[in-house]
């Protein structure tokens, strides 16, 4: 199950590296490195003014996976932690009337 988390994971984070292309391709020739910065402090207004109404599409799957990515990573850190816990226990103690 953990190993089906995480590659869910792994495709969110793909997902998200594609619309960031994507929104990137969309902009001016000379400020598609600057997009990058901007997507990256998630300033999705200045985006929209500079790739123009038709990025919309990609800001939202970019949102989507980046929220997906994430909640699969604590899901796997719940899961981790979980396991250690269990896979943990502190042994008996022998008891005293033996």
């Known amino acids: 199950m953990l190993v089906g988390v995480l590659a869910a994971a792994v495709f969110c984070w793909v997902m998200a590296v594609r619309a960031a292309f994507s929104i990137a391709a969309l902009a ?7 997009i990058m910065q901007t997507l990256g ?13 038709g990025v919309e599409p990609h800001i939202l799957t970019f949102k989507r996976a980046f929220a997906g990515f994430f909640v699969l990573v604590l899901i ?8 250690y816990v269990t896979g943990n226990a502190a042994p008996a ?6």
């Open 28 to 34: 001016p020739g000379s400020s598609r490195f600057g």
């Open 41 to 53: 402090r998630w300033d999705f207004d200045s985006i929209r003014t500079a790739a123009g109404a």
């Open 76 to 83: 796997v850190v719940a899961f981790s932690a979980l396991a």
């Open 93 to 98: 103690t022998p008891s005293a009337s033996s």
